[in-house]
């Protein structure tokens, strides 16, 4: 808002009727994807390109300027060798945009001169004033200066065509050129101008990037009239300024909007009945289109979906079910008897779990995934002998492939050779997947067989004793809503991992069956929306980037 009230200021009156759609747009063009960095890019293209500031016939035409400032180096360098650069466009080539009068083309070798900057090891230097620069900006300071004169620094090595202005001495260490402009060209002209070139496309990619500057010399410029270029950076630092009041506005809207969202999504997770959850959510409703405009916010609804149904208030509870502890009790029954024809004695039952981080409703309660389900894993058979993999039809899944929330295909087959010979299981269709190792946010994700698989020895498999489809996707949702705490069990340790034992002692919440069904159908349903919320501001923002970019075209 600031932005645009201070872009009518009279100061900037004139770009109205220069370039009215660039003003009047410039909201639109600063919220597009992409936003104010690629307005601060189209800035500099109108710059350089002598569409943002008007002509003026009486000043003296950059070709005078360019010829004196030629003259005077050819005085300079007499009995030197001159840069081997050719001056202008050649016959055969294309002008890259037609040419504003009293403008001129040339090379930017025929204008400038990149002078190598000297080592001043940190060490060696004198405590004093005099800033020293580096490839990208400011690196400390000494008591003497290199150069005198207010140049700009381009990043040779490291940081390389990053472009640096200073003001009065300075000392430019090796890494870097410095770049003391001509007379008859501006010092912050020739900072925008060096910008623009994006001299990092110059980088020859080896171990330490780098750029020679016969390859600078090269670029093909235009160069405006002296008098015109002062105008063009007032106008550009004047935009500029407008662009840094709008990143200043977005950051201050987004924290506002994180704020407000945060508020009211807390209302909801803050419901301790079904029924003051609805009362609640119609309040929350009633904002939606101010809190749902960003992808974030719709993620951030989707986590508080998930929140609220494993504590138990998305949906009504039923006292007519069967508890949650009897339905406990049979899967409790039915794996004691499955783990004593497994291990040849009696498995005696597990004390229950009598609490959790949170109070659940009448007729669930806290239990361990040991308590539900088989746990194990898999190994990765030597690849030393190739009977284990050659010709292997076995889907073999590796924890990377737990990104998805179902697995349907997998990158990695073993042989049945490997199936007998080692100690991989072939689990069953339904069973859960969890990541136990891995990088980033691989760790804790939890996903689904669609097929008999095998898997490696980072992936804990879960195979659950109710084989009901709700009750499968309820312990997903479960493990989806716990993702930070699953992540937590494994902290400590140079590689921090889970291991199928933090698996198995994972605690859940457990509904009755029943409700788990309806939990599940009222949490698909929800999600359903939130896709579609995605959706509509993914077409949003598409069309706004096809209007920013014919808004673009029309200016540029």
Not at 303 to 328: C, D, H, K
Request: net charge negative; hydrophobic share 40%.
């Amino acid at each position: 808002m600031s932005a645009v009230l201070e872009a009518q200021e009279p100061s900037a009156r004139y770009l109205d009727a220069a370039q009215p759609a660039l003003l009047r747009q410039f909201n639109l063009l600063a919220t597009a994807p992409g936003g104010v960095t690629g307005l601060r890019e189209l800035i500099l293209t109108l710059a350089v390109h002598g569409k943002l500031a008007p002509q003026d016939a009486r000043d003296e035409p950059a070709s005078v300027v360019i010829e004196r400032i030629g003259s005077r180096q050819a005085g300079r360098s007499q009995g030197k060798a001159s840069n081997p650069i050719a001056n202008t466009l050649s016959t055969e080539e294309e002008p890259p945009f037609f040419l504003p009068d009293g403008w001129q083309w040339a090379r930017l070798g025929s204008v400038f001169t990149l002078q190598y900057g000297s080592a001043l090891p940190e060490k060696t230097r004198v405590e004093g004033s005099i800033p020293v620069y580096g490839s990208n900006g400011r690196v400390g300071t000494h008591c003497a200066a290199l150069v005198s004169y207010p140049s700009l620094v381009i990043g040779r090595k490291g940081s390389v065509g990053a472009v640096n202005v200073t003001s009065g001495p300075f000392w430019p260490i090796d890494t870097s050129y410095f770049v003391t402009p001509p007379h008859g060209v501006h010092l912050q002209f020739a900072y925008w101008l060096f910008r623009s070139l994006r001299l990092s496309k110059h980088d020859k990619a080896t171990a330490i990037p780098g750029i020679n500057r016969n390859d600078v010399y090269a670029e093909l410029f235009a160069l405006p009239p002296t008098a015109e270029q002062a105008r063009i950076v007032a106008r550009v630092d004047e935009l500029m300024r407008l662009c840094d009041a709008l990143e200043v506005q977005g950051r201050l809207e987004a924290e506002q909007h994180a704020r407000l969202l945060g508020t009211l999504l807390g209302t909801l997770t803050d419901s301790s009945t079904p029924e003051e959850l609805a009362a609640n959510w119609q309040r929350v409703a009633a904002h939606f289109d101010l809190l749902l405009d960003r992808p974030e916010a719709v993620d951030a609804l989707e986590q508080t979906i998930l929140q609220l149904a494993v504590r138990g208030v998305l949906v009504p509870q039923e006292p007519s079910e069967e508890p949650g502890e009897v339905f406990l009790q049979r899967l409790h029954v039915e794996c004691r008897r499955l783990r004593s024809q497994q291990r040849g004695k009696h498995e005696e039952l597990r004390s229950p779990i009598e609490s959790g981080p949170y109070e659940l409703p009448s007729g669930w309660l806290w239990t361990a995934i040991e308590d539900l389900a088989d746990v194990g894993t898999g190994t990765t058979p030597s690849r030393d002998n190739a009977a284990f993999f050659t010709g292997g039809t076995i889907p073999w899944v590796t924890s990377g492939e737990t990104g998805q929330p179902l697995i349907r295909t997998t990158s990695q087959h073993v042989t049945e050779a490997a199936l007998a010979s080692t100690s991989l299981t072939l689990y069953p269709i339904g069973t859960l997947i969890v990541a136990m190792y891995g990088q980033g946010k691989t760790r804790g994700q939890v996903s689904e067989l669609c097929l008999k698989a095998t898997t490696n020895q980072a992936c804990a498999a879960i195979v659950l004793m109710e084989k009901s489809a709700s009750h499968r996707d309820f312990v997903k949702l479960v493990f989806e809503k716990s993702y930070d705490e699953i992540r937590d069990l494994s902290a400590g340790g140079a590689q921090p991992n889970l291991n199928v034992g933090k698996v198995k002692a994972a605690r859940i919440p457990l509904p009755p069956l029943a409700e788990q069904a309806r939990i599940v159908a009222r949490v698909t349903e929800l999600r359903r929306l939130c896709a579609d919320l995605r959706q509509r501001l993914t077409a949003g923002q598409t069309t706004q980037s096809l209007l920013a970019e014919a808004l673009v075209d029309q200016v540029a």
